[in-house]
């Protein structure tokens, strides 16, 4: 789990380094933009797995953290604006290789009166080391249709 | 009203499970602020009614969130001697802005209710409410930034 923390993180800061988009060119951008993937389908009855669930939080890491009061002052350093920034800073800490650390990654349904089908998502950064005990992380709705994030769903967790 | 050390002594002992009561007791989170803010009554900002699963009033979860409450803080060598009933946190002074009556939301971040002497806090290792005198308390984490923090009760 300690490397898909790192792997998170390295994505997180690099942005695009694992998207499957291809690399273009300004020139080539300018001429000819490349087109938005096609929508996928998903059965609605099953839930998200954990890498679609990390992936679509990768993909709202722009997300700023004025979404929500939750998120106010969550930033491990006060310039952080973003989910981005949060979730980057709170990885940053399991670079030290001592205690235990991992996520905890689930959906269960979660849709609000009057709305299609969602699922209440919640990817947590963990930590442990005797007194040095935490955990810090996001929820969000995922449309269950078509697995995209009701970006004003965005909430921060967290305690201590 | 005024904590007394016969309230805070009725803490003694028991796990987060036992003082909330909104469910909001998983061992792998951190408990120091939800401790402190049941003791204490506050239920502003970030609580557990929000992020729990209860309907009793909330208590604060977050150490930033008292820090930025409290009508006056400073460095714990400069306490004044007046100052008899406080909380006190301890964290890298790095992550403490007195000025601007802010800290960052690094992990390393402790609070407790300190009383003529002793410090009442939630041991997340223990997961229970201690005891400890500053000179222990100070010790909560290891480096040569960490310091301790004095801060008026939130109003």
């Known amino acids: 789990m300690k490397s898909l923390g790192r792997l998170l993180l390295c994505t997180c800061l690099l942005g695009v380094g694992c998207s499957r988009t291809p690399q273009v060119t300004p020139q080539t951008a300018a001429v000819s933009p490349a087109p938005a993937p096609p929508a996928k389908n998903f059965d609605v009855q099953v839930p998200p797995s954990g890498k679609e669930i990390i992936r679509a939080l990768l993909a709202n890491q722009d997300v700023s953290l004025a979404v929500d009061s939750s998120c106010s002052g969550v930033g491990t350093d006060s310039r952080d604006t973003n989910i981005g920034d949060y979730i980057s800073g709170f990885l940053a800490e399991q670079t030290n290789k001592k205690g235990k650390n991992w996520l905890d990654v689930s959906a269960r349904p979660g849709t609000p009166a009057g709305t299609e089908p969602m699922w209440q998502c919640a990817v947590v950064i963990r930590h442990v080391d005797g007194e040095d005990r935490w955990g810090w992380g996001v929820t969000f709705l995922m449309k269950a249709r078509d697995h995209t994030v009701a970006r004003n769903s965005v909430r921060c967790t967290g305690s201590g | ?155």
């Open chain 2, 1 to 155: 009203m005024a904590i007394t050390a016969a309230a805070l002594n009725g803490f003694l002992g028991k796990n987060i499970s036992q003082v909330c009561g909104n469910g909001y007791a998983n061992p792998s989170d951190n408990h120091c602020a939800h401790f402190v803010s049941h003791a204490l009554n506050y239920q502003f900002g970030y609580n557990c009614l929000i992020a729990g699963s209860g309907k009793t009033p909330g208590a604060n979860l977050r150490v930033q969130e008292l820090f930025s409450r409290c009508p006056v803080v400073g460095k714990w060598a400069v306490r004044p001697a007046s100052l008899t009933t406080c909380l006190v946190f301890v964290t890298a002074a790095s992550n403490v802005h007195l000025d601007a009556r802010t800290m960052d939301n690094v992990p390393q971040k402790h609070i407790g209710i300190f009383l003529n002497g002793p410090i009442w806090h939630y041991s997340n290792a223990q997961h229970q409410v201690v005891t400890q005198l500053p000179e222990l308390f100070v010790h909560h984490y290891h480096g040569p930034d960490i310091e301790l923090f004095y801060g008026q009760f939130p109003i």
